[in-house]
């Protein structure tokens, strides 16, 4: 039973991290509700650096790097050599989404575009597989593909509500 939670728990990384990361968000939030303090949009935007691209990024650097033949089974590619190349671009953006959870806000700015960039490459790379090389397979079209779409929408209405708060600051 434990190995089967673990498995299915590490299979769909990324949509626990997103999860983990609203739950969060969510919890913080309401435990500040009355009190001066970040909003929900600031408290997820850092959750979703730390953990949808921070500690994801570190993740799958560790598979494509370390278990490149697993890693390209799930995704349903061929073991190549360039999942190590890969799965260094995952620890840059990785180690750039841990950063910016203590970041300012021009950082963790920077760090959501990276982010923005790495997600929706990635979800159009991965419906290219599927229409031409007919690649459904569960790390292809599976959760990862959805969570390529889903975050960037998220990290972008953080964004755009922080950045707005901090210029009224400004003014």
Known sequence: MIESVISTSLENFSMVMLVVAIVIAILLTWRRRGRPGNSFADTLLGWLLLLSLGVQGIYTFVGHVFYPAYSAEMIGWEDSPFQYEVGIADLTVGVLGVLAFWGNVSFRLAAAIAGIVWYWGDAIGHVRQMLVANNFAPG??????????VVPLLLMGCVIVVWRRQEAKQI
């Open 140 to 149: 292809n079209a599976g959760p990862w593909f959805w969570t390529d779409v």
